[in-house]
C-alpha cells in the first residue's frame, strides 16, 4: 500500500510560483499514474494534471496548461507540481493520488479512478 504525503503549499501573490511535491512511501509510484486534483471551498474535486510513473507521459487541464509543469524524481519517488503565472482561481487544497487507470495514451482525470489519497496541502493565490 503506498502512502502519499503533499507537501509545498503556501501563500503567493498572483503571477507567483509555487512548487508542490507528492512523496510515496511503503511502496515505489512504479506501475501507477500520479495525479493531481484541487478543491476550492464550495466547488467538487478538480483534475489538475497526471503523470505515468514509469514513462513520464503527461496530461494537463486546460486551465493550467502552459503554467503547470509535473516532473518525477526516481531516487526521491517523489512527484513534483511546478506551478507557475499563478491566479487567484488556482486558490484551492492540492492533492494527489495514484490510479491504474491509464494507457500509453491517455490518463484518467476522473476522482473515482484515483485512491491513496494524500491529506492535502493548501495553496492560496492573492490578487
Known amino acids: 500500500q503506498v502512502q502519499l504525503v503533499e507537501s509545498g503549499g503556501g501563500l503567493v501573490q498572483a503571477g507567483g510560483s509555487l512548487r508542490l511535491s507528492c512523496a510515496a512511501s511503503?511502496?515505489?509510484?512504479?506501475?501507477?499514474?500520479v495525479g493531481w486534483f484541487r478543491q476550492a471551498p464550495g466547488l467538487e474535486r478538480e483534475f489538475v494534471a497526471a503523470i505515468t510513473w514509469n514513462y513520464g507521459n503527461t496530461y494537463y487541464a486546460g486551465s493550467v496548461k502552459g503554467r503547470f509543469t509535473l516532473s518525477r524524481d526516481n531516487a526521491e519517488n517523489t512527484v513534483y507540481l511546478q506551478m507557475n503565472s499563478l491566479k487567484p482561481e488556482d486558490t484551492a487544497v492540492y492533492y494527489c493520488a495514484v490510479t491504474n487507470s491509464f494507457t500509453s495514451y491517455h490518463i484518467s482525470s476522473a476522482p473515482w479512478d484515483y485512491g491513496n489519497w494524500g491529506q492535502g496541502t493548501q495553496v492560496t493565490v492573492s490578487s
Open positions: 511503503g511502496r515505489t509510484f512504479s506501475s501507477y499514474a
